[in-house]
């Protein structure tokens, strides 16, 4: 079958004619208001799976008042699945102290913090000699804007953007009511902006090659590229920068090892879909978002057995905080445990999906509010598989 899948090189290319600083001496020359405009023009969406527009949120950032203000990068990559922030933060990370400093510029914050996993510490070392160069460098510009680093304490909740600033503020890392949304009310209670990795490198990258460039792929829905973390049953795992609103069969032709079962899009808290909607599925906006992850899984796979571990996990990654995820996880678990044991009736799956609707309205974070997305396409289109 014909593919047509377009590899693209934004995130990793390495320019000489153009470093990242160059490209922020170009890009403050300009006003905020024009940089505001570019990144709404380009149609950017935040890359860590919600998909919130990225020139509005630092539009909104802007107009709040105040003195102190900050930018924050989420690096803490814990999805199960995920690792190209990593790859990114290794052989880029000066593409992200500019999409700071643009940000910095842009909102009027002084303090940028890049919140690194902690499982991420052994890359600290070369990081910190290449922002110790990227500080030095914005002193000799009379740019007053300075990076810091701060290292994340290995809970999966963290990732969450309002838990991460509770642990930033040396609390227990848990979820926050909203609103007070980030940015009115984030990093010590200032107006933030928290973008994650990979988008502050697309915000450089558009302010290098303008927004007609970018937003020219992708779809209407989901402009630009995404660098994607292929694992699982694939003869070529790894990381790869692809066009948006590709259809997944067009994925699977290119990554898939020929039985191909079922992709596990955006993570273990993403959806799982079988090879019977391949055809139907786009990986965009207008189809199934996804913050980086593409698990794999052939015929030779349990979807129990992928299930469990996917309930296990937040079982144990939950906050406790709300009462929803961490109750709700915990049935989740012990139910497919339980019919799998025949202790309960194949209808009882259809009890715990109600459970997963309940926990997608009134669980406090996207923890518990997603994990019916991994449970219900696999009860759905697997079912088979949980009952024998």
């Not at 300009?30 to 149609?43: K, V």
């Not at 510009?141 to 909740?157: C, H, L, P, W």
């Not at 990986?283 to 015929?299: C, D, K, L, Q, V």
Request: charged share 25%.
């Amino acid at each position: 079958m014909e593919n047509n899948l377009k590899k693209v090189d934004i995130i990793f290319e390495v320019d000489d004619k153009c470093t990242p600083l160059e490209v922020l001496d170009k890009t403050l020359k300009r006003s905020a208001d024009d940089i505001i405009l570019d990144l709404i023009d380009s149609g950017l969406k935040g890359r860590g799976g919600a998909g919130f527009p990225t020139g509005l949120k630092w539009k909104f950032t802007r107009n709040e008042t105040g003195d102190v203000k900050y930018v924050i990068c989420n690096a803490d990559e814990g999805e199960p699945g995920t690792f190209k922030d990593r790859e990114i933060l290794d052989r880029v990370p000066e593409k992200i102290f500019a999409g700071m400093t643009i940000c910095g510029y842009v909102v009027g914050a002084k303090e940028g913090y890049i919140y690194l996993r902690g499982e991420y510490n052994f890359l600290l070392k070369n990081l910190m000699k290449k922002l110790e160069d990227f500080n030095n460098a914005l002193k000799k510009r009379n740019i007053d804007f300075r990076i810091y680093f701060k290292s994340g304490s290995g809970a999966y909740v963290c990732g969450e953007e309002s838990a991460l600033f509770e642990s930033m503020e040396g609390k227990r890392g848990e979820p926050r009511n909203k609103p007070p949304y980030p940015t009115v009310a984030g990093y010590n209670s200032k107006p933030t902006v928290i973008n994650n990795v990979e988008t502050l490198v697309y915000t450089t990258m558009i302010c290098h090659m303008g927004p007609e460039k970018f937003k020219a792929l992708g779809t209407s829905d989901s402009r630009g590229s995404k660098v994607f973390s292929v694992s699982g049953d694939t003869p070529i795992p790894g990381i790869y920068e692809l066009e948006l609103g590709m259809p997944l069969h067009e994925f699977v032709n290119e990554f898939g090892d020929g039985d191909t079962k079922a992709v596990q899009v955006g993570g273990a808290s993403g959806h799982c879909v079988p090879r019977k909607k391949f055809n139907d599925t786009i990986i965009g906006f207008e189809g199934i978002p996804t913050g980086g992850s593409m698990m794999i899984f052939n015929s030779s796979r349990s979807m129990y057995n992928v299930l469990h571990d996917y309930l296990e996990f937040f079982t144990e990654e939950s906050c406790g905080q709300c009462t929803p995820c961490r109750v709700g996880c915990q049935q989740l678990l012990k139910g497919i445990e339980a019919v799998k044991r025949g202790e309960r009736p194949p209808a009882y799956l259809d009890d715990l999906k109600k459970l997963t609707g309940t926990m997608k309205i009134a669980a406090k974070c996207g923890l518990g509010q997603s994990v019916g997305n991994p449970f219900n396409s696999i009860i759905d289109n697997f079912r088979e598989e949980i009952i024998y």
